[in-house]
């Protein structure tokens, strides 16, 4: 087992250029006691990748795993050793058809301390959207000061829906920018996660997206970085399958 956490924290951005992240594993331990509602799951995650004697498979990949609450700042593997962890938020998705204020949530830190996750994971998007929003209307659960609130909204709908709901979005990533609406939108960041319009469907696989959020120590990054997973097969591509010269989708930038 290769522990893939070090390399991660220490670079997320180019870390994601050479490797997908699979999302198989995200939420095994989701389940349980202790569970909020509805927002703020903070966790620690593990990120490792499969080896025969000591060389990654052809279907093994860095894995993220959520740990247990409670779990150590290290993990114990099978067989002994370690597996060091990753501190972070993770940002559940919501149903369809979940009105804005019933979102699941995570807030963070515009600019996070030393004691402060500095990473936000969320399941893996081929549709969805991710917003963040720097206030929110009266009926919503409030927003302290200093603080983003972050929101994987499966219905992806459109600035013009927030803004109406009462939100202010800093940024957003959507699979579409037409799902965004018409533009301009000014103050927001928008960014496609698919801005090479991949198709989502190649043979018996789905391609998956995955985003996640890095604190940098001066702003925080969106980051994004596909796949194509066929069950427990997972094809390491970031561009569409047989296209050549490869156009990556793979992106960091500020938020």
Known sequence: MRDDSIAFIQAPGAFIIANPIVLNFIADNLLGVGIPANNNLRRMFTLSTNTDAGIPGDDDFPELRMQPAGAPPVVAQPGGGVLGTIDAFYCRAGNGGMAFNALPFCDIAIAPGPLD??????????????????????????LAHGAWRVMHDHDHRSIAQWQAAGYTI?????????????????????VSYNPNNYPWNYMDSVRIVTNF?????????????HYHAAGKHI??????????????STQTLAI
Not at 117 to 135: E, K
Not at 172 to 182: I, M, P, Q
Not at 213 to 225: A, D, E, K, P, Q
Not at 235 to 248: E, M
């Open 117 to 142: 996750a500095h990473f936000l994971f969320t399941t893996g998007m081929n549709g969805c959207s991710l917003v963040v929003a720097s206030a929110v209307p009266i009926g919503a659960a409030p």
């Open 170 to 190: 800093r940024f957003a990533a959507y699979a579409d920018l037409a799902d965004a609406g018409v533009g301009p939108f000014l103050p927001v960041n928008v």
């Open 213 to 225: 959020l890095h604190w940098t120590g001066v702003n925080w990054n969106f980051n994004s970085r």
């Open 235 to 248: 094809i390491n591509v970031d561009s569409p399958p047989g296209v050549i010269p490869a156009v990556a």
